[in-house]
């Protein structure tokens, strides 16, 4: 995505907020806001912005599992499965 053409700044923002509100919702694509001619902020409609939260959280559960794998804190499946069917008194061949 290009910030170019989602670029304003906050007077317009201030003017016009019912407007980039309606905006955001709809296009779903965020806003960059720039103070004194500099980048200040995004914003974005609430929709993206959870989206991007469950998006990170997956990718954070990607890396610690990345981390427990090259620190070697693994379990072969069969174990898992074996303790986990003990526990819950399962018999081997219950799915």
Same mark, same amino acid.
């Given at each position: 995505m290009k910030f170019s053409s989602h670029v304003k700044s906050i007077s317009y923002l201030k003017?016009? +907020?019912?407007d980039v509100l309606?905006?955001?919702s709809e296009d779903q694509e965020p806003l960059l806001i720039t103070q004194n001619g500099e980048a200040?902020?995004?914003l974005q409609d609430v929709a993206s912005y959870?989206?991007?939260q469950e998006t990170m959280a997956l990718l954070k559960?990607? +890396?610690?599992g990345q981390q427990d794998i090259a620190a070697g804190r693994t379990r072969p499946v069969k174990d898992v499965v074996s303790r986990l069917r003990a526990?819950?008194?399962?018999p081997a061949t219950a799915r």
């Open positions: 003017a016009n +907020a019912a309606d905006r955001l200040r902020a995004v959870e989206a991007t559960l990607l +890396a610690l526990k819950h008194k399962l």
